[in-house]
């Protein structure tokens, strides 16, 4: 592998945890705008996420059996800013339209949460796989500690203050995006129906960035 | 057993997280804190993940026994730990970082430092147990376990524990839980040896001094935040009377609710210092440490919200409706004012009321207005509540606790000023207590006044007036044509105490700004503290 090929894993390593547990804190805002109470909200988000997450990880092992490791990291890609992109409005969907029967009210707002931690759950065993080196992997490892962690200091202190929660769900799809289309560019094959799903995405991004900031 | 240890292994650590958080909820800014708590927790879960890859495991069993020693230690610790940040915080670090501070992240940052250890230590236990996996049963599954504890851990701490016995006190329940999956370790291992298990006993001899500990510290802690007394010099003759003054406080009496912590601070609380200086001492009542009233001081406060709401809207309304305001003071004062007209109370929490009408202070302020069966008491949650009702009403008061935090600033978005439009009457009129007198303190002046005009004017409610220089209150008449001005001459004095006569003053800088920008609306939320 090329240093710059290399390179290019580990900003997307810290690229995408970051995207991911930002992705976990503006949901978690969201649902707690409307189930009210913050506390529970935090801890019913990170278990679907976490749950959700650890799912992904181990539908990995199924679908590396099928399916090339670059082709689905795409496909996971434009699928996550899909979700992750409208991951507000869909929760302020799904909080408004809920039922009051008991645990489906609580279930149902936590729909966009799972469907987002389930494909980032997958993103970290796809990166590692276009590394076979272990030195690399750790390096891999480390940068996606450090992206969370990163993530965990922007949201509260830029995103928050400065961007409507439909802004920042739009921001990070629009991110998502961009990795992929970055890793879409070295395929010699491209396939048109993965720049199909670039075209739809970023419509459904920009539409969503749309309607939410409508709602305000 | 391997599943069984891989599911109490994570459902601890998760539920220790939750706890650290829920412990701090003193510093204000919940956002800061859940993001940097997830933060520091997942970043240090990776480091003790990427440790234990480097070291070599030679004794599996051995090393995953030392650290959950280690973890159930520091999580017994724990709380003493955290009380004692509170007590620095509160004794001295506070005048130098007041809450509200720009400064006060990094007091917050301090205090999430005691999830680096529980975080690194969890971070081995995986790596561990897949290492110890007798049956070579596949990492999938220990994993899968794993994620469902963690899940377990989310649904069942913020429901069940925390309501009961606290936060803190939690902890310890979860650290004997950890000491279980401890011995389970141990039999599964079987080295048992009479040795290991006077150790484990002295083990759970010290979670249980460790609670004793904390009984006594939290109370302590509890004192120095209500006494606002602060230490001036950080000398031994200063710290040795700083505990002498504190000690002779009486304790606080906590009750915790589903929905939030009530502290009430009784008449004798500071009786024995206030004696020394010759101060009257009073009851005060506490909702998420935050003041709600005060035995010397309703009066300012409640009567100028009502006198100075009916004032401005000149009509007599038949139909009212409190939000808020449990504590049935200002129930009480309507009754008084208006015997025949319908009221409805909506209080969330139901404790609240249920103190209000046991408490004898609070029954001399309210005139044990809760038995007299004149308000119709809704408990339920105000946004929904006007969700599903169809009523309208003349005059809504709303008596909520200052946005201190994203949960109830939604309470002062552009979203629930439109909905509370919607059900006001033709010339009826709303009025809430105000955050504009924190603006004084910050260095952009009015910033939360244009914040709450913009959220007004972009709900609708375009026909406001600010007042209150003591507690400020801003009222909004639904017609937009009607004038809002005092009539100070029909202000019925007998009725009320001077300061709130000097309280019905028109707040003269108006917002320097207005625009939907600036609106506080779900999507958009703004902190108004």
Redesign the interface.
């Known amino acids: 592998m090329k240093n710059y090929q290399s390179k290019m894993i580990l900003i997307s390593a810290f690229l995408l945890a970051l995207i991911s547990l930002l992705y976990e804190l503006v949901i978690i805002q969201t649902i707690s705008s409307f189930l009210g109470n913050s506390f529970k909200s935090y801890c019913y988000t990170i278990g679907i996420f976490t749950l959700s997450l650890g799912t992904g990880s181990i539908a990995y092992d199924y679908l590396i059996k099928k399916y090339s490791s670059l082709n689905i990291f795409l496909c996971i890609e434009i699928l996550l800013s899909i979700f992750g992109g409208s991951s507000v409005i869909t929760t302020y969907y799904f909080s408004t339209h809920n039922t009051d029967i008991f645990p489906l009210n609580i279930i149902i707002p936590l729909i966009p949460a799972s469907i987002c931690g389930l494909l980032s759950g997958l993103e970290l065993p796809l990166l590692m796989d276009f590394i076979k080196n272990k030195h690399i992997e750790i390096k891999i490892l480390s940068a996606d500690y450090v992206g969370m962690f990163i993530g965990a200091l922007a949201f509260p202190f830029v995103l928050l203050p400065n961007l409507s929660l439909p802004s920042i769900a739009s921001l990070l799809g629009f991110i998502n995006l961009l990795i992929s289309f970055t890793f879409f560019l070295f395929i010699k094959d491209k396939n048109r129906i993965v720049s199909l799903g670039y075209f739809i995405s970023f419509t459904i991004i920009l539409l969503s960035n749309y309607i939410g900031n409508q709602l305000i | 057993m391997i599943y069984v240890l891989a599911f109490l292994f994570s459902f601890c650590s998760?539920s220790y997280k939750?706890l650290i958080?829920?412990s701090l909820e003193i510093f204000p800014?919940?956002?800061?804190q859940?993001?940097?708590t997830?933060?520091?927790y997942?970043?240090f879960l990776?480091?003790g993940a990427?440790y234990q890859?480097k070291k070599k495991t030679t004794l599996p069993y051995m090393q995953l026994k030392k650290i959950e020693i280690g973890l159930i230690i520091f999580a017994a610790l724990t709380p003493i730990i955290l009380n004692l940040l509170i007590i620095i915080y509160n004794s001295y670090l506070s005048e130098i970082f007041p809450p509200s501070s720009q400064q006060t992240?990094l007091i917050i940052i301090l205090a999430q430092l005691t999830i680096i250890p529980i975080a690194f230590f969890s971070g081995r236990e995986l790596p561990l147990l897949f290492a110890i996996n007798p049956k070579k049963i596949s990492h999938?599954k220990i994993?899968?376990i794993?994620?469902?504890g963690?899940?377990?851990?989310?649904?069942i701490?913020?429901?069940a524990f925390?309501n009961l016995i606290g936060a803190l006190k939690t902890i310890f329940v979860i650290s004997y839980l950890n000491f279980l999956g401890l011995l389970i370790l141990a039999l599964v291992s079987k080295s048992f040896t009479k040795l290991k298990l006077i150790s484990y006993i002295g083990l759970s001899l010290i979670i249980s001094l460790c609670v004793q500990i904390h009984e006594n510290v939290n109370d302590f802690t509890l004192k120095t935040h209500y006494a606002k007394i602060k230490l001036v010099n950080v000398s031994t003759n200063d710290i040795k009377n700083y505990f002498k003054v504190i000690n002779l406080h009486q304790s606080v009496h906590r009750i915790q609710t589903k929905?939030q912590t009530i502290d009430i601070i009784e008449k004798d609380f500071n009786k024995k210092v206030l004696n020394l200086v010759n101060t009257p001492s009073e009851f005060t009542f506490f909702l998420n440490h935050q003041q709600q009233f005060s035995s010397n001081y309703w009066r300012n406060y409640h009567e100028s919200f009502l006198y100075g709401a009916l004032n401005l809207s000149k009509i007599q309304p038949q139909n009212i409706l409190i939000l808020g305001g449990g504590d049935g003071i200002l129930a009480s004062l309507i009754n008084k004012e208006f015997p025949n007209s319908k009221i409805d109370l909506v209080e969330l929490d139901k404790k609240v009321v249920e103190i209000s009408n046991q408490h004898s202070e609070i029954l001399n302020i309210n005139n044990n207005i809760f038995s007299k069966n004149k308000i119709n008491l809704h408990f339920e949650?105000a946004?929904s509540f006007l969700r599903k009702t169809t009523s309208t009403w003349d005059a809504v008061f709303v008596d909520f606790p200052f946005p201190v935090?994203?949960?109830i600033s939604?309470l002062y978005s552009?979203e629930f000023y439109k909905l509370l439009l919607s059900r006001i009457s033709t010339n009826g009129f709303f009025i809430f207590d105000a955050p504009i007198w924190k603006d004084l303190e910050k260095s952009s002046p009015f910033k939360n006044y244009a914040i709450l005009a913009s959220t007004l004017n972009s709900a609708g409610a375009t026909n406001h007036f600010a007042f209150g220089p003591i507690e400020p209150f801003i009222f909004v008449s639904k017609n937009p044509k009607n004038k809002i001005q005092f009539d100070y001459a029909s202000i019925p004095k007998h009725k009320m105490s001077n300061r709130a006569a000097i309280n019905l003053n028109k707040l003269d800088t108006k917002p320097t700004k207005s625009d939907?920008k600036l609106?506080n609306?779900?999507?958009?939320?703004k902190l108004l503290y």
Do not use: H, W
């Not at chain 2, 963690?150 to 649904?155: I, T």
């Not at chain 2, 609306?521 to 939320?525: C, E, H, N, R, V």
């Open positions: 998760l939750y958080l829920k800014n919940e956002v800061l859940q993001s940097l997830l933060g520091i997942l970043l990776g480091i990427y890859d992240p999938g994993l899968g794993s994620y469902i963690g899940l377990a851990s989310s649904l701490i913020p429901s925390i929905y949650d946004f935090n994203y949960t939604k552009k939907s609106a609306s779900l999507m958009a939320p």
